[in-house]
């Protein structure tokens, strides 16, 4: 062999070598590929292919039934039809398909065409609320579930459901889905215990998730009994586990499917008739005196009815609302914008979150202390010459400057109401009487009941804390202190302070519901009610699940609720109780409330006999400001009646408060006394026909 065929056949051994080399290298690559991906990683990718082999769907269940107590549906769900199309089930002919959108678009009023799709348009794009026309709804979603129908028209009449339902052979691929919306009969008549649903915020979405709901068709509770009540009346939804092509269509079941379990139904305390009459009653007024003064100065108000027994609410007004069948479906933007910008707050429940000076209705806190702690007898008379003058000081060694405190009778007559003993003071509603026996007036009243002690009565009544009432948003009030002072204003507490404070002015701020809470406290001899909307849950058939208990928080007669201080104000940690006569002689002064008091021109003559307090409260919030009304010595005022009946036999508490309402006895005593009216009528008819449920 030559030199020259050697090197060559060497030079050829060299590239058979690299040739194998690779083919060796390639068959390896792919051979570690397939066991990395079939061993090492097969139970993940199995895991990934039985995903997109099955999908989950899930059922949606039937939100429950709210009642009112005699039965009258007050939120409920319907029928609502869509217009939906399945896009893999239209004809494969481009003609056929736009003989059936030119058809539908006729009856649904939806066009042909209209808008251009791009990547912004397709993933903003909303079943129902979009404007594009129906061959570029169709056009998206055939991109992306092409056998999930989507809706073109939402919510359409009966008539055009049945219609197109009856013309599916002809159109294939169209068709009517029934869904459920909440429907509320009584509408703004009891918006603000009711509520409305919305869509599931973004920021709660994965804690809905968790429970099995579905964003973006479910809906939960935004207001209202719906948005406390949710966890029981949502129920809880069905699931599908299915196999699906390629496409999405569903093959089969995989596992047994999971039905959904109805949210349970809710009977309320609310008497739907009492509702009306109290709202009317209220609207009414406002309206006849806005008319007297021929402009609108009474805006706003709140009325409220409970059985002081059980703590159930009867009737519960804030007004103005909202209708709530408004947010049936969506929640309009401009709707809500609407309600929003409206300086009268018609979303805000007034009765729980409105913080605002109760005024004289607050003085029974103190005419239980000044009696239990001994600070005057029933019989001691005090003398209101219509004005005095106390030194105010902020510290022991502070000087101090003079300052008048004057009665209601001071600023129309320039005159006092003389002599007053304990129930006269309470039945005139005499502020020198509770000035002094509330802050003092050496010699006629050594040592008045005090800021401290005035803060715990108040307490033992109701305020300055929350009921827990099946509502969301209430607030607290505020009983201050001079702790409160010195943290949130940067001042000490000053003796005008507690003069003040003595009549609910000052920094006392209380809720409608707690001043009702103070009067049905003293009207059922002591006990404390927790205020109360469900009277019973009953089950999707309508068997009783959970009757109706009351609930007792305490009695300020036999549960010691109110702190002993010692000489020095400080608080030893030891607590009494009310006694039992003081109670009922604090009844017996709001019985002379109607009887010769400041409410007797309004109940006078009354069949049922009542019992309760007026009370004018002065203010100045952002609202009276911007209108210049906070004059000095001449603040607007708001009116305040709360009053219970029959006075030896309580059966309903009722408070009305009116917003810039100027007086209690003549704006908000009348609402009261029409809202007792009605429950007697009621009662009476309930009676004698056999029928209903006594309020």
């Not at 948005?227 to 569903?250: M, P």
């Not at 099946?470 to 002072?485: F, Q, R, S």
């Amino acid at each position: 062999m030559t030199k020259t065929a050697t090197s060559v056949s060497r030079f050829q051994s060299w590239r058979f070598l690299v040739f194998y080399a690779v083919i060796a290298g390639i068959f390896g690559f792919y051979l570690f590929r397939l066991f990395n991906l079939q061993i090492i990683r097969g139970a993940e990718f199995l895991a990934r292919a039985e995903d997109n082999r099955t999908a989950t769907i899930s059922s949606q269940a039937n939100r429950g039934i709210i009642y009112d107590r005699n039965g009258y549906v007050l939120a409920r769900n319907v029928a609502s039809y869509n217009i939906v199309i399945t896009p893999a089930y239209l004809p494969s002919d481009d003609g056929a398909v736009q003989e059936i959108y030119r058809q539908l678009s006729g009856l649904v009023d939806v066009p042909v065409k209209n808008g251009v799709v791009d990547s912004d348009t397709a993933k903003t794009f909303i079943p129902c609320e979009s404007t594009l026309g129906l061959t570029q709804i169709v056009y998206i979603w055939d991109n992306f579930k092409p056998y999930d129908p989507v809706a073109v028209k939402c919510n359409v009449d009966q008539t055009v459901a049945m219609v197109v339902q009856e013309k599916s052979s002809d159109w294939p691929g169209v068709t009517v889905q029934i869904e459920p919306v909440r429907d509320y009969p009584t509408g703004w008549l009891t918006s603000e215990i009711i509520g409305f649903l919305g869509p599931i915020p973004a920021s709660e979405e994965q804690h809905f998730r968790d429970l099995g709901f579905v964003p973006g068709r479910d809906k939960v509770g935004y207001a209202g009994v719906e948005n406390t009540l949710q966890d029981i009346l949502s129920g809880k939804n069905g699931q599908r586990t299915v196999e699906v092509d390629v496409a999405g269509q569903v093959i089969q079941d995989i596992q047994k499917p999971v039905d959904p379990v109805p949210g349970e139904n809710i009977r309320l305390t609310i008497d739907t008739r009492l509702q009306t009459a109290a709202k009317a009653a209220l609207i009414d007024d406002i309206n006849a005196w806005n008319t007297k003064f021929n402009y609108q100065k009474y805006t706003g108000g709140v009325v409220i009815a409970m059985n002081p027994k059980t703590g159930e609410i009867l009737a519960l007004v804030s007004y103005p609302t909202y209708e709530n069948n408004r947010m049936a479906r969506v929640i309009p933007s401009y709707y809500y914008e609407q309600l929003m910008a409206d300086p009268q707050r018609p979303l805000f429940n007034q009765a729980i979150s409105s913080e605002v000076p109760p005024g004289s209705v607050f003085k029974m806190g103190t005419a239980l202390g000044i009696l239990n702690e001994g600070v005057v007898t029933p019989t001691q008379l005090i003398n209101d010459p219509g004005k005095i003058t106390i030194l105010e000081k902020f510290s022991p060694n502070d000087p101090g400057r003079t300052r008048d405190y004057v009665n209601w009778s001071y600023k129309s007559t320039g005159a006092g109401l003389g002599l007053m003993d304990y129930l006269h003071g309470i039945a005139q509603s005499d502020d020198v009487y509770f000035y002094k026996v509330g802050g003092g007036f050496p010699p006629e009243v050594p040592e008045g009941l005090g800021i401290w002690r005035i803060g715990e009565y108040a307490k033992a009544l109701g305020y300055g804390q929350i009921s827990g009432i099946e509502l969301p948003g209430e607030v607290a009030g505020l009983i201050p202190d001079p702790n409160w002072k010195r943290i949130n204003v940067g001042e000490n507490w000053s003796t005008g302070d507690t003069y003040i404070a003595t009549i609910g002015q000052g920094y006392v701020l209380a809720t409608p519901l707690q001043v009702l809470e103070s009067i049905a406290t003293i009207a059922d001899d002591g006990k404390h009610m927790k205020p109360t909307l469900v009277k019973e849950i009953l089950d999707s058939e309508g068997n009783v699940i959970q009757p109706f208990k009351p609930t007792q928080l305490w009695d300020i007669t036999v549960d010691p609720k109110i702190a002993i201080f010692d000489a020095n104000n400080f608080d030893t940690g030891q607590k009494k109780t009310v006694a039992p006569w003081i109670v009922q002689l604090a009844k017996q002064g709001l019985r002379m409330v109607v009887t010769e008091g400041t409410a007797k021109d309004v109940f006078n003559g009354d069949s049922v006999q009542s019992a309760g307090k007026t009370g004018t409260a002065e203010y100045c919030d952002n609202i009276a400001q911007s209108k210049n009304l906070c004059q000095p010595g001449a603040w607007p005022a708001h009116a305040w009646y709360v009053g219970y009946a029959p006075y030896d036999n309580p059966e309903i508490a009722v408070v009305a408060f009116v917003y810039n309402g100027d007086e209690g006895a003549t704006v908000s005593a009348p609402i009261v006394k029409k809202v007792l009216d009605a429950y007697f009528e009621l009662k009476a008819i309930d009676q004698s026909s056999g029928g209903g449920s006594a309020p």
